[in-house]
Nanobody, 117 residues
Framework: QVQLVESGGGLVQAGGSLRLSCAAPGRTFSSYAMGWYRQAPGKQRELVATISRGGTINYADSVKGRFTISRDNAKNTVYLQMNSLKPEDTAVYYC???????????WGQGTQVTVSS
């Protein structure tokens, strides 16, 4: 079983910043796509940002220009830098790592991000 360890969530005021991290101790994910999703109360889980193994990045329109996804393959870690946070960014954020070629798809346990107005 693959364990993804998330950190960096918390409570922040609107306009503030947080940085989420997701690490996979003991695993190598350089050939995997990595990403972040979020789920707000009463809503479906939605894509926030993804980064392919080749570095291609995709963002949800709602976070473009405010969030930055990056990865450090040497540390098997993916990051999400979140700036100019808004109350509507409040959600549980989940890390995802997948390789569709081999049918692998792993999720973190989720980390709460709360943005107060």
């Amino acid at each position: 079983q693959v364990q993804l360890v998330e950190s960096g969530g918390g409570l922040v005021q609107a306009g503030g910043s947080l940085r989420l991290s997701c690490a996979a101790p003991g695993r190598t994910f350089s050939s995997y796509a990595m990403g972040w999703y979020r789920q707000a109360p009463g809503k479906q889980r939605e894509l926030v940002a993804t980064i392919s193994r080749g570095g291609t990045i995709n963002y949800a329109d709602s976070v473009k220009g405010r969030f930055t996804i990056s990865r450090d393959n040497a540390k098997n870690t993916v990051y999400l830098q979140m700036n100019s946070l808004k109350p509507e960014d409040t959600a549980v954020y989940y890390c995802n790592v997948k390789n569709i070629v081999i049918g692998a798809n792993y999720w973190g346990q989720g980390t709460q991000v709360t943005v107060s107005s």
